[in-house]
T-cell receptor, first 115, second 112 residues
Framework: AQSVTQPDIHITVSEGASLELRCNYS??????LFWYVQSPGQGLQLLLK??????LVQGIKGFEAEFKRSQSSFNLRKPSVHWSDAAEYFC?????????????FGRGTSLIVHP | SQTIHQWPATLVQPVGSPLSLECTVE??????LYWYRQAAGRGLQLLFY??????ISSEVPQNLSASRPQDRQFILSSKKLLLSDSGFYLC???????????FGSGTQLSVL
């Protein structure tokens, strides 16, 4: 079965600093990879996704992520963080299980932005 | 365009009481439907998913059940709530095997 690990529970950065959120996955085939963002008390919104092709994918709000097959990683990056980026970030892998499509999420990383 | 409705937004229930959370999707047909639970600091746990009317798969054995009486309706239920059922419940749908999930706005359930 597939799994997702987000090793950092909390990340604190200063506004304007760069950001990298880590994500490692476990899946036997080429995965579908996603990053979602969740504001407090809300549902999740897709930031970006990777299916195939270029391993560096661009998303909304200035985010990007790089798929590294050799490291089973899909880390999320942003060159300059804004205070409005403070939220919970989830990495997810979509995989087929028993013929059904099962998206599996990591435990999330809470991003705190200091002014 | 497609929309997903989930209600209620918040719910406070006593232990032992029943539960019914409803989720409906508009603007699409035959979606894959999912119920997730989010406990503090524990990410999203998949509870149930459905690929069609009356087809429910459970990922985690527990005090909850799900039903899909109509193509675009997904219901999460319990006959007797436990304290451990407290959490943030999210309904989601997707159309295909490699598509992103569209999430509802969630239900914050507090069992007291």
């Amino acid at each position: 079965a597939q799994s997702v690990t987000q090793p950092d529970i909390h990340i604190t950065v200063s506004e304007g600093a760069s950001l990298e959120l880590r994500c490692n996955y476990s899946y036997g085939a080429t995965p579908y990879l996603f990053w979602y963002v969740q504001s407090p008390g809300q549902g999740l919104q897709l930031l970006l996704k990777y299916f195939s092709g270029d391993t560096l994918v661009q998303g909304i709000k200035g985010f990007e992520a790089e798929f590294k097959r050799s490291q089973s990683s899909f880390n999320l990056r942003k060159p300059s963080v804004h205070w409005s980026d403070a939220a919970e970030y989830f990495c997810a892998v979509g995989a087929l299980s028993g013929g059904s499509y099962i998206p599996t999420f990591g435990r999330g990383t809470s991003l705190i932005v200091h002014p | 365009s497609q929309t997903i409705h989930q209600w209620p937004a918040t719910l406070v229930q006593p232990v032992g009481s029943p539960l019914s959370l409803e989720c409906t999707v508009e603007g699409t047909s035959n979606p894959n439907l999912y119920w997730y639970r989010q406990a503090a600091g524990r990410g999203l746990q998949l509870l149930f998913y459905s690929v069609g009317i009356g087809q429910i798969s459970s990922e985690v054995p527990q005090n909850l059940s799900a039903s899909r009486p109509q193509d675009r309706q997904f219901i999460l239920s319990s006959k007797k709530l436990l304290l451990s059922d407290s959490g943030f419940y999210l309904c989601a749908w997707t159309q295909g095997y490699n598509e992103k999930l569209f999430f509802g706005s969630g239900t914050q359930l507090s069992v007291l």
